[in-house]
């Protein structure tokens, strides 16, 4: 596969090929999951877009990362959004992919006002831990996640 390929903001229209990359990097077909957030992305008004796409010279999507913008009742929350989706080509990856969609995104919030990002990963991931670790994102020192096991 090519390692070139383009960045843009991600569109309506990118919901199959989306669902069918997050498929193949993880090996289930999560259309509500995709059609809830397309849904909030597209369709609401209560949420600004923020999601990229990345696509090879051929117009085949490579990768996506997905993020949210809250707009609520008192206008646009832009101290912060959230990050919460992430997917490259498996044949794709470690070809700076993901990275550059991470910096397209965060010049996109950054012309929006936004002034922090957060996303959560799973302690045990230590690919994704490594990944966001080497694109500048930190643990939080604001926040602490708690739990309790049913």
């Given at each position: ?19 069918a990359l997050d498929s193949r ?126």
């Amino acid at each position: 596969m090519s390692s070139s390929f383009t960045v843009r903001l991600m569109k309506a229209d990118d919901f199959d090929a989306v669902v069918a990359l997050d498929s193949r990097t993880t090996g289930a077909a999560r259309v509500e999951y995709y059609q809830m957030k397309f849904d909030k992305l597209f369709a609401s008004k209560e949420f600004l877009p923020t999601s990229m796409v990345a696509e090879d010279e051929a117009g085949a999507l490579v990768g996506f990362v997905m993020a949210e913008l809250y707009m609520g009742e008192y206008g646009i929350s832009r101290a912060g959004a959230t990050l919460d989706t992430i997917g490259v080509e498996p044949g794709q990856r470690q070809q700076g992919v993901g990275k550059e969609l991470l910096e397209a995104l965060m010049a996109h919030l950054k012309q929006l006002g936004v002034t922090r990002v957060n996303t959560l990963v799973d302690v045990s991931d230590e690919t994704l831990l490594t990944f966001f670790s080497s694109n500048a994102f930190e643990r939080a020192r604001s926040v602490v996640y708690l739990e309790r096991a049913l």
